[in-house]
Nanobody
């Protein structure tokens, strides 16, 4: 059974930095895209950043230049480094991955809270 376990997050003042990580475990043959989403109260879940297994990245306009996504394919782990945090970045951050076990399936982490105080 595949699990995505997130860590990091927490409370930080505006302008500060935080890093969240997500490690995939289980009977994994391959991982394609790994992505970070976030969901603030009363809002839809939105894509923050994504990275392919080849290292190509994409970012939401709202985080470009402030957030950096990276991954280690050998460790099945993805990170999101968040700098210059703003109160509007406050949300639950979720890891997402497309994983091949016996078939390709999509998996979500449990979410980790990031709170930015003004």
């Amino acid at each position: 059974q595949v699990r995505l376990v997130e860590s990091g997050g927490g409370l930080v003042q505006a302008g500060g930095s935080l890093s969240v990580s997500c490690a995939a475990s289980g009977n994994i043959h391959s991982i394609s895209a790994m992505e970070w989403y976030r969901q603030a109260p009363g809002r839809l879940r939105e894509l923050v950043a994504g990275i392919t297994n080849g290292g190509s990245t994409n970012y939401a306009d709202s985080v470009k230049g402030r957030f950096t996504i990276s991954r280690d394919n050998a460790k099945n782990t993805v990170w999101l480094q968040m700098n210059g945090l703003r109160p509007e970045d406050t949300a639950v951050y979720y890891c997402y991955a497309e994983i091949l076990t016996s078939t390709w399936q999509n998996y979500w982490g449990q979410g980790t809270q990031v709170t930015v105080s003004s």
